[in-house]
């Protein structure tokens, strides 16, 4: 004979409260006293009971799955924003799909549909969707849609990020303050990286200084290009004395090829990153680099996130979690 499967209400009998307290911390873990919590917890885990999402989901209209959408993780400057979103948000009683769009987001329309398609309470995308029909199509699903890494002047709902263009204005100035005349900028063929370029730039030509030269790369970015690049500064009509990488990855490949050839770093060649991964504080000589505070995005979606279920509104559409320069021996 095959055994009953645990129900609510054994639950409740075992931790000695009613069902509608198991109900209420099952849905909403927060709202019940630390006490009763651990109870329950208890009482669940002796039992094996396991809750019935999908008939929750439609009592109280959320589904508490998130999609979050990021292009790569294999090396990418996301990990730490991904890792401590999920821990945040699986604490909050949420399951988490975490889908791969591609580097050029290719498959975003694929995970977008996916995502609907499972009436997901909200969609996390990484860094800002430019094409027009995907905006309206996701503004016009009653869910919340959170650009992160980024902030559009429109967003489809709520950007949590920072401003590329003012993060690659202040390299600028921070290189030309430290007596740097001829910069190289190295530039991953990505709509984040170019917007760091552009900055860059318009604030150093501001200065009256020639226009920086550049050699793009493909994205993801990855250590080899950083040799690449190191061997593609000999075809310049000048060496440039900085050269501006779109990632530590591709900081750290210039800087291992440098010391190869001889070429001292910063002596003869100086170097700076993008997202002050690890390796940037590792590396020999260690790496200038913009820090941006991954996990401060994770609290700040979360936030929003908590709000947005607890019913409130007149939540700010845009939370600007800034950027900081990391002066080290590169540069």
């Known amino acids: 004979m095959i055994a009953r499967a645990p129900r609510l209400e054994d639950v409740a009998a075992l931790a000695g409260v009613s069902t509608a307290t198991v109900s209420r911390f099952l849905n909403n873990p927060g709202v019940v006293a630390a006490a009763t919590a651990r109870r329950i917890e208890a009482a ?135 007596g740097y005349r001829r910069p190289h900028l190295i530039v991953p063929r990505s709509a984040r990286s170019e917007r760091r370029a552009s900055g860059f730039e318009k604030s150093w030509c501001a200065t009256g200084a020639e226009p920086p030269t550049r050699f793009e790369v493909a994205v993801p970015s990855h250590f080899g290009q950083g040799r690449t690049a190191f061997l593609a500064l000999a075809t310049l009509p000048t060496r440039p004395d900085v050269v501006v990488c779109g990632s530590d990855w591709i900081a750290q490949g210039l800087i291992v090829e440098a010391q190869a050839a001889g070429v001292r770093v910063p002596e003869a060649l100086a170097v700076t990153g993008f997202g002050n991964l690890r390796l940037a504080d590792d590396m020999r000589p260690t790496i200038t680099s913009v820090d941006i505070d991954g996990s401060r995005i994770a609290t700040e979606v979360n936030r929003i996130l908590r709000r947005r279920a607890a019913g409130e509104t007149g939540i700010e559409r845009h939370v600007d979690v800034g950027f900081n320069i990391v002066p080290r021996e590169s540069a």
């Open 44 to 178: 669940v885990a002796q039992t094996g009971y396991l809750p019935n999402l999908n008939a929750g989901a439609l009592a109280s209209n959320r589904s508490r799955l998130i999609a979050a959408l990021v292009p790569d993780i294999a090396q990418s400057i996301f990990n730490d924003t991904m890792e401590a979103m999920i821990e945040q948000l699986s604490d909050d009683g949420n399951s988490v799909v975490m889908s791969l769009t591609g580097a050029d987001n290719r498959r975003l329309n694929a995970q977008i549909n996916a995502a609907l398609s499972r009436r997901v309470d909200a969609i996390i995308l990484t860094g800002i969707v430019s094409d027009q029909h995907t905006r309206e199509r996701l503004r016009s699903h009653p869910i919340s849609v959170i650009e992160t890494w980024g902030l559009p002047e429109d967003p489809i709902d709520v950007a949590v990020g920072f401003s590329h263009a003012a993060a690659g204005a202040a390299m600028a100035d921070f290189l030309h303050e430290r």
